[in-house]
T-cell receptor, first 118, second 107 residues
Framework: NAGVTQTPKFQVLKTGQSMTLQCAQDMNHNSMYWYRQDPGMGLRLIYYSASEGTTDKGEVPNGYNVSRLNKREFSLRLESAAPSQTSVYFC?????????????????FGPGTRLTVL | GIQVEQSPPDLILQEGANSTLRCNFS?????LQWFHQNPWGQLINLFY???GTKQNGRLSATTVATERYSLLYISSSQTTDSGVYFCAVEWVGDMRFGAGTRLTVKP
């Protein structure tokens, strides 16, 4: 069981370049998430997907797009990278528990992708 | 928006000491989680605790939702407990994190 995997681990981009961050989970979870973490801060939610084919914006969605390709995979795309998007990006997944109040259940995180935009 | 405040921001302990970390939030929330981020950046979910008390080994957590706070207790701390502890709350469909408490446990 690999849990949540992310690729790449590190990436350096120039302003204006595009790239896609990949995330996959093998725990058969319905829900997946993308977060960013800036130095000295907690995580901020970029996008959330409750199931295949559905996505919702989080706190900081501007400049990003996502695709929930299937139940296992959730990708994050930067179409035109900006220095303000320099951050560490985490993917997470969780079960959806019927009848449990709250949208975000116990989350399992990937190792993160450290992105620098010059 | 909601404010999620953690205290203290930094904490240094000797191995074997106990500690209490606090998380205050300014509005009603659907749930609350505690996470540990180790010095290598890996995030681990410690507790999913919208209310009540839970225990897992040397760690326990209590959330009093009506008073808008949660506490994380670490007993008999070990050097492997070092890292940053985050609380996060679910608020109007979004997940909001506090800025964290950085814990250093010295041998």
């Amino acid at each position: 069981n690999a849990g949540v995997t992310q690729t790449p681990k590190f990436q350096v981009l120039k302003t204006g370049q595009s790239m896609t961050l990949q995330c996959a989970q093998d725990m058969n979870h319905n829900s997946m998430y993308w977060y960013r973490q800036d130095p000295g801060m907690g995580l901020r939610l970029i996008y959330y997907s409750a199931s295949e084919g559905t996505t919702d914006k989080g706190e900081v969605p501007n400049g990003y797009n996502v695709s929930r390709l299937n139940k296992r995979e959730f990708s994050l795309r930067l179409e035109s990278a900006a220095p303000s998007q320099t951050s560490v990006y985490f993917c997470a997944s969780s079960e959806s528990l019927p009848g449990v109040a709250g949208r975000y259940n116990e989350q399992f995180f990937g190792p993160g992708t450290r992105l620098t935009v010059l | 928006g909601i404010q999620v405040e953690q205290s203290p921001p930094d904490l240094i302990l000797q191995e074997g000491a106990n500690s209490t970390l606090r998380c205050n939030f300014s509005d009603s929330v659907n749930n609350l989680q505690w996470f540990h981020q180790n010095p290598w950046g890996q995030l681990i979910n410690l507790f999913y605790i919208p209310s009540g008390t839970k225990q897992n080994g040397r760690l326990s957590a209590t959330t009093v939702a009506t008073e808008r706070y949660s506490l994380l207790y670490i007993s008999s701390s070990q050097t492997t407990d070092s890292g940053v502890y985050f609380c996060a709350v679910e608020w109007v469909g979004d997940m909001r994190f506090g800025a964290g408490t950085r814990l250093t446990v010295k041998p």
